[in-house]
């Protein structure tokens, strides 16, 4: 299966800035998604991004606060805007590798005090 | 729209025990189901993936079982261990494979040494 590398693993970061997070996927991938994991809580998807077309944001997620850029088939990364505490949450990417399942990174654990 | 439920929420067990875990969706209309286990704090590890053409799935002590038309999965852990003890994670993939995975909230397992 894929090995995606995903970075940072966790960071502290102050309200009110933003935090970017890379993911590095070993082969080329058509989709990358974006999940968050908030305290105690399941997984929920962000967003879907395409290479070459605008990321798709499931309700409750807008580009101004989770901007994704994709700009080839093995990258992703995902922006997480004007923190509040209620960000504090673990993101993950992940692919999808058809007839393999999906894989996903190792997680970004985010605090922000 | 698809939404996936696990029971028990929570599982404490003495070693040595035979453990099912139990998840159910809403929506037949799977590309796959997906088991996986998360260790606190940490990523998802994939456990085992069953098509929606395929009734069960072993690997090692675990063995998932997938009965679509009713919207249920099973994962089996046989002789439980000590570093049995994580959360474990049913998704489900829809048709069309575009979409992302749905997951549960999961099952807190703890295996008593």
């Known amino acids: 299966s894929a090995v995606i590398s995903q970075k940072p693993s966790r960071d502290i970061c102050q309200r009110g800035t933003s935090l970017t997070i890379q993911c590095q996927v070993d082969s080329q991938v058509t989709m990358m998604f974006w999940y968050r994991q908030q305290p105690g809580q399941s997984l929920t998807l962000i967003a879907t991004?395409?290479?070459?077309?605008?990321?798709?944001?499931e309700s409750g997620f807008v580009i101004d606060k989770f901007p994704i850029s994709r700009p080839n088939l093995t990258f992703s990364t995902l922006t997480v805007s004007n923190m509040s505490p209620e960000d504090s949450s673990i993101y993950l990417c992940?692919?999808?590798?058809?007839?393999?399942?999906?894989?996903f990174g190792s997680g970004t654990r985010l605090t922000v005090v | 729209k698809q939404e996936v439920t696990q029971i028990p929420a929570a599982l404490s067990v003495p070693e040595g025990e035979n453990l099912v875990l139990n998840c159910s969706f809403t929506d037949s209309a799977i590309y796959n189901l997906q088991w996986f286990r998360q260790d606190p704090g940490k990523g998802l590890t994939s456990l085992l993936l069953i098509q929606s053409s395929q009734r069960e799935q072993t690997s090692g002590r675990l063995n998932a079982s997938l009965d679509k038309s009713s919207g249920r999965s099973t994962l089996y852990i046989a002789a439980s261990q000590p570093g049995d003890s994580a959360t474990y994670l049913c998704a489900v993939n829809p048709l069309g494979g575009a979409d992302g995975l749905t997951f549960g909230k999961g099952t807190h397992l703890i295996i008593q040494p």
């Open positions: 991004a395409n290479q070459g077309s605008e990321a798709t944001y």
């Open positions: 992940s692919v999808d590798r058809y007839n393999y399942g999906y894989t």
